[in-house]
């Protein structure tokens, strides 16, 4: 099968795909559920100690950065530049990690702050951490939950090109948020809880 039938292929699949709205109601439910904190004053027990989730924290959070930023920029550049072959493997690589580092440390790292800023009064007492929190569930929103889906479905295996320019612009506004989520936690400082409360 050529490039050409096999990019038609998938293309036929994907507007074939009985499950589409299934998984769109997973996405809302998923980002319905993940948005709670945000406008709800939630309180969670106090059951693990200031260090420890300081230390879960952390460590997840590095994990997450550290391998979206290297999966993101080395599976982009061989899905690019080389053959199709190459192109399959990264693809199936990054699906290994997106399934294996991604999925669990973006779930990890946002609860054990939510844990961890409970022992302080909560998201409404620390605007700096609902900002951070409001960064990550948009960059959940955004990239983090339709990739998990995506690859975790694995519809397009066999087509490496598939999704780069999406992907590669969704990698970005992480990146960004990223960044916005540092921030806030080196400075402390809120520039957009005051939008909302």
């Known amino acids: 099968m050529s490039t050409t039938e096999a990019d038609a292929l998938t ?26 904190p945000l406008y709800v004053d939630l309180h969670w027990p106090l059951v693990w100690s200031r260090k420890g989730l300081l230390l879960v924290h952390e460590f997840a959070g590095f994990l997450f950065v550290g391998h979206t930023l290297f999966s993101n920029i080395w599976a982009m550049r061989i899905r690019m530049t080389m053959g199709r072959e190459a192109g399959i493997w ?47 569930w948009l960059m959940a929103g955004i990239s983090i939950v339709p990739d998990v889906i995506r690859y975790g479905r694995n519809r397009n295996a066999g087509d490496p090109r598939h999704g780069i320019l999406s992907g590669a612009l969704r990698g970005n506004f992480g990146t960004l948020m990223v960044i916005y989520i540092i921030w806030c ?13």
Do not use: C
């Open 11 to 36: 293309a036929a699949q994907s507007d074939a795909d009985p499950w589409k709205y299934f998984w769109y109601l997973v996405f809302a439910a998923i980002m319905w559920v993940s948005s709670l």
């Open 90 to 136: 990264a693809r199936a690589f990054l699906r290994k990690l997106a399934l294996g580092i991604t999925f669990p440390t973006s779930i990890i790292s946002p609860l054990a702050g939510l844990l961890l800023i409970q022992h302080y009064g909560g998201l409404r007492e620390n605007p700096w951490a609902w900002d951070a929190y409001l960064a990550m």
């Open 185 to 197: 936690m080196i400075t402390k400082e809120s520039q957009l809880y005051g939008l909302f409360y």
